[in-house]
Every structure is written in structure tokens, then in C-alpha cells.
């Protein structure tokens, strides 16, 4: 009877083994098909060559500061936090919210602009509490107020740095109450 016991106690020891083993298996297949599918996009967007546009730029501008902001990896530095203010109406006035990034080129760049982000933040606020309800309303509005925030940016870092460090003002976020 003791023998009986002991056979059922391996058998069922065997199945719990060999359940442990399959569970195992799924878990860590699971784990290296999540890792191959997550860092197989980074791998592939770092190997990727950018096509160089900048001759066509440079040659039209003659600045050595401009092809600067041309060239490289495209990069986004994020604005900390988004900015809120009050412009004015027709009807009344509103409170507007604009999230901000900035596109650089190359990792010089980027470690500029965000050496200088209370600089940057303070030219966009200057820039963006110039605007008017009425034109902010509007496509073309929106498009003008971009406009003029990466002329002013690159005034200012021109400035400061010598160079035009950020490319473009890209607006990631817009709420207007």
C-alpha cells in the first residue's frame, strides 16, 4: 500500500514538474517576444540615415549658422509645462493653452536649447500673449502665431548662441476656453 502511494505521489509530482516547466516556458517566450518587438523599433529608427535637404536650404541662406539647424538627427525637447494665458476678443477674453516642442537637428542642438528653456519659454510667452482671440480661432491664425514663435526663437539663440538652434515650434497641444 505504501508503494501505491509513493506511485501516485510521483506521477502527480511529474505532471506538476512538467506544468511548472510549460508555464516557464510561456513566461519567458512572452518576455523575449516583448523585448524584440519594443527594441526592435528603437534599433531600426536609430540605423535609419536621414536624406540631407539642407543643400538646397544652405545655398539659398549663404549662413554657416543655418545649415547648423539643418543638419543632423531630427530631435524634439519638450517644454516642461504647457503655457496658459488670457488674449483678448472681440467678445470677450479667453484663456489659451499651448503645449510646445521644439525640432532640432543633431545632439549639440538639443543639449542647447534645453541649457537655454527659460530663455525659450520666456520668448514664446512674449510671442504668445501678443496674439488675439479672433486670429487664434482660425487655421491661418494658428499657422501665423507658429510662425512667428520660430522666427523669435531663432532671433533670440542666434543671439545668445551664435546659432540657429531650433528648427521648428511645433504645437503638440492647443485648448482655447
Same mark, same amino acid.
Given at each position: ?5 509513493? #506511485? ?112 525659450? #519659454? ?56
Amino acid at each position: 500500500m505504501a508503494e501505491k502511494e509513493l #506511485e501516485l505521489e510521483d506521477g502527480g509530482s511529474k505532471k506538476k514538474l512538467i506544468l511548472i516547466i510549460v508555464v516557464a516556458l510561456v513566461l519567458i517566450g512572452g518576455g523575449v517576444g516583448a523585448w524584440m518587438f519594443m527594441g526592435g523599433d528603437e534599433a531600426a529608427t536609430e540605423e535609419q540615415p536621414m536624406s540631407s535637404t539642407a543643400s538646397s536650404s544652405d545655398s539659398n541662406s549663404g549662413a554657416p549658422a543655418a545649415s547648423t539647424a539643418q543638419m543632423g538627427t531630427a530631435l524634439y525637447v519638450a517644454m516642461p509645462r504647457p503655457f496658459v494665458f488670457n488674449v483678448p476678443g472681440s467678445g470677450r477674453d479667453r484663456i489659451v493653452e499651448i503645449k510646445v516642442q521644439l525640432l532640432v537637428r543633431g545632439p549639440d542642438n538639443e543639449e542647447t536649447a534645453k541649457m537655454h528653456i527659460p530663455m525659450i #519659454e520666456g520668448t514664446l510667452l512674449k510671442v504668445f500673449s501678443s496674439a488675439n482671440a479672433d486670429d487664434l480661432v482660425t487655421e491661418a491664425g494658428k499657422a501665423a502665431i507658429r510662425e512667428q514663435a520660430v522666427k523669435e526663437v531663432k532671433a533670440a539663440m542666434k543671439e545668445i548662441t551664435g546659432r540657429e538652434v531650433v528648427s521648428q515650434v511645433l504645437f503638440t497641444g492647443f485648448v482655447m476656453q
